[in-house]
């Protein structure tokens, strides 16, 4: 049985570029092709200000001193709404609750930092490797999936093939589908891919 250790990068890791920094941005190149400018944002928005910015986070999962999985999450102030990047783990610590875990600390960490938080989206390109896998472990987590046809957004966006799940944290009116727009909106403009 391994014994997982759960903390959010900090400046520290940045600035002295620790080992879990590196991991880090080795799997955000490799895994998502995430240009430097791309993880030179992440990091800023990481580093943000409490003014109203978005602001990433990432959570990451240390056994032993090695990474064995990261989630990379925003929040959006704005429409008070979570948003799911990338959650990894690596494969050697797959199939172990590692990933529900990540999440689980993702949703701690949203509530308890941003208590007017409503809830976080994902998005998931269906053509993908292990789509149904993925979908099935979002699904458990307690996620709902949003038709995004429903909505009127770029064409493009409808025929994309992304999928949006929706885990809410409390439900309540102030939820309308102009809402749900703008926060697709907002958050389409400010990730990493």
């Known amino acids: 049985m391994y014994n997982f250790k759960f903390q959010e990068l900090d400046d520290q890791d940045f600035h002295q570029e620790s080992i879990h920094f590196r991991t ?3 799997y955000c190149r490799e895994m998502f092709h ?5 993880i030179v944002s992440l990091v ?4 943000a200000g409490e003014n109203g910015q978005v602001k990433a986070h990432v959570i990451y999962a240390d056994c032993s001193g090695e ?3 990261f989630i990379i999450f925003y929040y959006y102030p704005q429409n008070k709404v979570g948003f799911i990047e990338a959650i990894v783990v690596m ?4 199939d172990q609750g590692v990933g529900s875990l990540l999440y689980w600390k993702m949703v701690d960490f949203l509530k308890k930092n941003y208590p007017e938080c409503m809830g976080h989206i994902l998005e998931m390109c269906q053509d993908r490797e292990n789509y149904l896998k993925r979908k099935a472990f979002f699904l458990k987590q307690g996620c709902i999936p949003l038709a995004l046809d429903f ?4 064409p493009e966006i409808n025929k ?14 102030e939820y309308s589908l102009n809402t749900i727009e703008e926060i697709l909106r907002e958050m389409s403009k400010d990730t990493i891919h």
């Open 34 to 38: 995430c240009s430097i400018e791309e």
């Open 24 to 26: 880090l941005v080795k």
């Open 160 to 173: 994309s093939g992304i999928q949006i799940l929706y885990h809410p944290y409390r439900l309540n009116q």
């Open 67 to 69: 990474m064995t999985g």
């Open 44 to 47: 800023g928005k990481m580093l």
């Open 151 to 154: 909505f009127v957004l770029d």
């Open 91 to 94: 494969e050697n610590y797959r």
